[in-house]
């Protein structure tokens, strides 16, 4: 037997060594084709046929000819940049509902919590937060089909379908006796590029924007005047961890700050098409009363840094943070069938002052975009990155990504706190404790601390000393508050809550009090700079 399964793992092995194989041929069959794509009966693309055809008739095993094409096309855009892919019905159906903003479905956050599907958040305003379905509560079954070994994926698949229709689904609630059942009709829900915006002080209003779709601008706008109405004269627009979106909505975000005919951004690619300017369209910008200070850290890209560099550029506001990713390219989109299409990078950014966004990456780099806790970008100095000058004469550097007027750090959490965050067990806790103390609040005692600390040891596998929890206790606090705000109001009362200690939000409520205009508040980033250069040179 052991025998025979060596002889099946080689001949596996054999496949996918000659599927690597495969894709490399493919991707040297290209620059061929591309030299003689208009001659119809190119060799090369004949051999490729036939290569397909002796592998169908021939192989030692059964193949799939569907699959080799899949992979020999992979292989092929493995020669080019980390962006161009060939995205099939899965990929290109999310990127399509995430570019219109909006789908069928119920209103939920999910993940795999303990290996069961458990509901992070009710969405506000959705037929999950009507019919009463709360954080925590973990789905069994739908349409009495038991949801054990479901993953994330497969539960969206199920989850979603047609406004009108209806879904059965139960769920098992942390302290009832017996689960619940639950009928819900599936309706439009929105999917919020503008999740959060709120007061942070008197004055100062903050807003999060986490992608670029086609709503973004309208939300932000919308988002912006119900401030304004509560007193808002400065804002901060919090870019961070943002992967970007939308060309298109990148230039209507930086219109809404930038003077008409104001230089957003341009692109250059290898032909003519590519080669494009977008300038501000408004005759005035709406919000240009508004003092700006942005947050970008090492996970924003894209439209994000098109934002930040824009407003940069021409003095519109301060950055604070860390330098952004430098996901610099255009990727077009060509649609193969109705289900698949191929994205391929045709153009890269450049902001007004002249610095390409770009930063020259391999595919192992991307893996991390999604957790930008594991971002590494390096600092270079100063002084080795190319030079540009701001429409206020400022010194701005290039080299790929946007540097920040101001450099901060986020929040650092200790080694126990990311233990505590990749267990999820702080948000269990919070869903029980809730459970068993209706009159909960956002006030953390010092008896649900020791509850916790004896949640730790007794439920999970984490080795923990009193003295050690005593060191986190600040942090800690913290993070509870942001739990029982997540499970007893909504996500954007718990971001308020998180956002509290933030030292970059912090840093961004200092600038914006001390400044009186805009030329105040470029001040202060123009002597930060200032005062960095000073230090590199002595």
């Keep these: 037997m052991q025998k025979n399964s060596d002889s099946i793992t080689r001949k596996t092995l054999a496949l996918y060594i000659f599927i690597a194989i495969f894709g490399s041929l493919i991707a040297n069959f290209v620059a061929d084709y591309v030299q003689a794509r208009n001659n119809a009966s190119d060799p090369r693309l004949t051999e490729l046929t036939r290569i397909l055809d002796i592998i169908d008739q021939h192989y030692v095993e059964d193949v799939m000819p569907d699959d080799l094409i899949d992979h020999a096309i992979d292989g092929m855009l493995l020669q080019l940049d980390p962006y161009s892919n060939y995205m099939k019905k899965e990929s290109y159906d999310d990127l399509m509902l995430h570019s219109k903003g909006e789908f069928g479905g119920l209103g939920i956050r999910i993940a795999i919590r303990n290996e069961v599907l458990t509901i992070i958040a009710p969405i506000e305003g959705t037929p999950a937060k009507q019919v009463g379905i709360s954080a925590g509560d973990q789905i069994i079954s739908v349409e009495e089909e038991s949801t054990t070994g479901w993953t994330v994926q497969d539960a969206i698949e199920v989850l979603r379908g047609p406004k009108g229709s209806e879904v059965r689904i139960t769920v098992r609630r942390p302290g009832a006796t017996e689960t619940i059942d639950?009928?819900?009709?599936?309706?439009?829900?929105?999917?919020?590029?503008?999740?959060?915006?709120?007061?942070?002080?008197?004055?100062?209003?903050?807003?999060?924007?986490?992608?670029?779709?086609?709503?973004?601008?309208d939300e932000l706008n919308q988002a912006i005047d119900e401030l304004k109405e509560e007193g808002m004269e400065s804002l901060i627009l919090d870019l961070?961890?943002?992967p970007g979106g939308l060309l298109e909505a990148a230039i209507e975000v930086s219109d809404i700050f930038l003077d008409k005919d104001k230089m957003i951004v341009y692109t250059r690619g290898r032909t003519l098409e590519q080669n494009q300017e977008f300038t501000a369209r408004f005759p005035l910008p709406r919000h240009n009363r508004i003092l700006l200070a942005v947050l970008v850290n090492e996970g924003s890209a894209s439209a994000s840094e098109i934002v930040a560099g824009a407003i940069q550029d021409h003095d519109a506001g301060i950055i604070i943070g860390k330098e952004t990713f430098g996901k610099g390219s255009v990727q077009s989109i060509f649609p193969l069938s109705d289900t698949r299409a191929l994205k391929l990078t045709t153009a890269k950014y450049y902001t007004p002052s002249g610095r390409c966004i770009h930063k020259d990456r391999d595919h192992d780099d991307l893996e991390v975009l999604s957790d930008s806790s594991d971002i590494d970008i390096s600092e270079e100095e100063d002084t080795e990155r190319e030079k540009f000058k701001t429409s206020g004469n400022r010194t701005v550097y290039g080299g790929g990504g946007i540097t920040p007027d101001m450099i901060r750090e986020g929040y650092k959490y200790s080694d126990l706190m990311r233990d505590i965050f990749r267990e999820s067990i702080l948000f269990d806790f919070t869903v029980g404790y809730v459970n068993q103390h209706p009159d909960a609040d956002l006030t953390v005692t010092e008896k649900m601390r020791h509850s916790f600390f004896d949640f730790i040891t007794e439920e999970t596998e984490i080795s923990v000393t009193k003295e050690e929890f005593e060191e986190i206790?600040?942090?800690?606090?913290?993070?509870?508050?942001?739990?029982?705000?997540?499970?007893?109001y909504n996500e954007e009362r718990a971001q308020a809550v998180r956002l509290e200690k933030n030292p970059q939000v912090q840093h961004a409520i200092d600038c914006l009090k001390k400044a009186t205009g805009i030329h105040d508040l470029i001040q202060l980033a123009s002597?930060?700079?200032d005062e960095g250069s000073d230090l590199k040179e002595k």
């Design 182 to 217: 639950f009928k819900i009709v599936r309706d439009i829900i929105q999917i919020h590029s503008v999740p959060y915006a709120f007061m942070m002080t008197d004055e100062i209003g903050y807003i999060g924007v986490v992608e670029f779709s086609e709503k973004t601008s």
């Design 240 to 242: 961070r961890n943002n």
């Design 473 to 488: 206790r600040e942090e800690l606090t913290q993070e509870m508050r942001y739990n029982l705000a997540l499970t007893l």
């Design 527 to 529: 002597v930060e700079s």
